[in-house]
């Protein structure tokens, strides 16, 4: 017997044992040259940051996209307008490079790996006025895409009636960004549902009447930078409705928005248990002591017995079905999910956690010498590195708890070694600092900045869908 957050004599990963048949790992599997293959013909000129919306219930309700478009090289212009007039004039060229840029944002926009990322959630995109007046703009579902009017954009009587054009079609706008009140502002109030606003760079004195005003004028509030709950806090109390930020990814002690519940206390005892290999007897009679455990073991287990055309009906039955590597995986990935009565694809934490676990994993499979064990390390690496923000207290004390090898620990404490820096890397991501993730890709060859946001985007897409897997059916729910 294995278990999967155990520390090893002699194994330098923290794990032993295969994650075979765990929840979703077969999904994942089948999944994995689809995935390789869709790496190596996906679009290298636009990558994707997720990063997430939370409403006043703490649940995911959209995600912005970051969005980081690499012009083609000059040469590339030159071969695109082959055949070409001689003598054509530069307008022309720029014309119809800008048409060319449009048109491969668009497609990466429309890719099934973005779709399954966003969880059935809007998008929010900050847009040019090159995309908004481009008719390939009108091939986005306005029900999927909502526009962001950065603070750069010019605004003018054409812009001001493409975007009515655009709100005829249905597409939804945000002024985005909002530090202070000004004519540009004003101009583009009457056209835009929601309003951003900077918490960090708008003037304290400021934010709670603006805030008033805005929300006595029927408009939307996101509130930017919402990174501590503090911020979250003090939005909340102005009446802002959502939340842009990684609040719900801290410790926040004993008034924690997400309070630690009694099943996820006993999630963490059954993985102590595991890490001791208990027998089936021990497995048994600490899960009879939790009925919600109970249900979801049940249904896991159904869910890979009925494939085989089985019916597991006892505890006993379901335990050895399942298998203690499964049964830790499990265990692990419900630890991040809410106390309530949440749906995995509206539960902020357990997303960004299953995320970032699946994108460490893949991406120490493309390292030099990576094997099972490196990938179970950088999955469980992953896994554990939000551990603060479900017990509160002190980091070192819970991993400590974990009985994880020094190694995974020395990654999430320390970003030291290895699985560090892909730690590093993952997080950059998470923030859209592209020069953040160029930079450690440079201690981490043969990745690629490319390569990390492709992982990165098949990863939350991975997250975003492997709930609705067969196997997967023991995750859907934790209840108090």
Known sequence: MTSSAVQQEGRPDGLSGSTEGVPGHDARAAADSATESAAEHAPRDVYFARQPLLNRDGMLCGFELKIQQIDPPPDADAGASAGDAEGEAPAATSATSAQARVGALIRALMRPQVRHALTGHPAYIDVTRELLFDEAVKALPPERFIFELPPEIEVDDELIARIVTLHGRRFRFVIDHVTQVDDRFARLLPYAETVKIDLRSTPAALLPKLASVLKSAGKLLIAHGADTHNDFDTAFKLGFDRFQGYFFARPHGAVSTRRVSAPRHALLNLLQLLAGEPTVAQLEAELKLNPVLVMHLMRLANASGMALGLRVTTLRDAINATGTDKIARWTQLLLYADGRKVALEDDPLLQLAATRARF????????????????????????????????????????????????????????????????????????????????????????????????????????????????????????D
Do not use: Y
């Open 360 to 479: 460490m994993e893949l991406a120490v499979a493309r390292l030099p010498e990576a094997g099972r064990d490196e990938s179970d390390a950088a999955f469980l690496t992953g896994v554990f590195s939000f551990v603060d923000a479900v017990f509160g207290g002190s980091l070192a004390t819970t991993l400590n708890v974990l009985m994880l090898t020094r190694p995974i620990r020395d990654a999430i404490e320390h970003h030291a070694g290895t699985l560090g820096m892909l730690l590093t890397v993952i997080e950059a991501v998470e923030r859209g600092a592209w020069d953040d993730v160029g930079k450690t890709c440079q201690k981490l060859a043969p990745l690629t900045t490319d390569e990390v946001a492709e992982l990165a985007l098949n990863a939350a897409a991975w997250a975003g869908i492997a709930d609705r897997t067969a196997e997967a059916e023991g995750l859907e729910r934790i209840e």
